[in-house]
């Protein structure tokens, strides 16, 4: 998006040399328009400034760009959703999708909700130097979503440590198998890795006597 200020000076170097310290920008950084030439008036009275038109372009801030593609996706899904987004103290971006009906944009086990993710992570990162983090939630479900896969992991191991046999969970993606992992991490005598493709890769509760070790995720 372009941009523009006016500034006068004596001379015309002098009004863009004032509007380029004014934008901290190079001349090379910017195009100018002469408004209006300097005149130096009849012994020296009666004269006028020179004054210039600078224009300058401006990239929209990550923050902005996160807004721009969020809120343009989720026309497009047809739904009211708009997003709130804060910015952490890493640079990394929390976003909460606020509105009625968000159970479409969750979607089975969270899939929908990972789709937005993942694919507003690629748009907004796109041609930038430096990747940023972007997690998007919607009434609150990673968090409930993580408590009941905690749950799940402690009722689990407490089977395998009873009955000493291996169990194999439902297919998850990296984070899920993450959590499940670090919720038996330091169970003793319990073990968990994981197995399998993505799609379809699953974490393994697994008896081990001396217990725990890294997991595999």
Request: glycine share 8%.
């Amino acid at each position: 998006m372009n941009q523009w200020i006016e500034t006068c000076g004596k001379t015309e170097e002098e009004a863009i040399q004032t509007a380029l310290d004014q934008l901290g920008l190079d001349r090379d950084a910017v195009s100018v328009e002469i408004l209006e030439r300097a005149k130096s008036g009849f012994l020296g009275l009666g004269g006028t400034l020179a004054r210039v038109r600078v224009t300058y372009s401006t990239e929209p801030s990550r923050a902005e760009r996160l807004e721009e593609f969020l809120t343009g996706l989720l026309t497009r899904m047809n739904s009211e959703a708009r997003p709130k987004i804060m910015e952490n103290e890493d640079g990394s971006f929390s976003v909460e999708l606020a509105g009625g009906k968000l159970g479409h944009l969750i979607g089975r086990r969270g899939e929908t909700l990972d789709a937005i993710q993942q694919i507003t992570n690629y748009a907004v990162n796109f041609g930038q130097e430096k990747r940023v983090r972007i997690q998007i939630d919607a009434e609150n479900y990673r968090q409930k979503r993580e408590e009941s896969l905690q749950r799940l992991a402690e009722k689990v191991a407490g089977k395998v440590s009873k009955y000493r046999k291996n169990v194999m969970l439902e297919p998850m993606n990296a984070y899920e198998r993450h959590v499940i992992h670090a919720a038996l991490q330091d169970w003793e005598n319990i073990v968990t890795y994981s197995t399998g493709t993505e799609p379809n890769r699953r974490v393994v509760v697994a008896f081990s006597k001396g217990g725990p070790h890294a997991p595999l995720t």
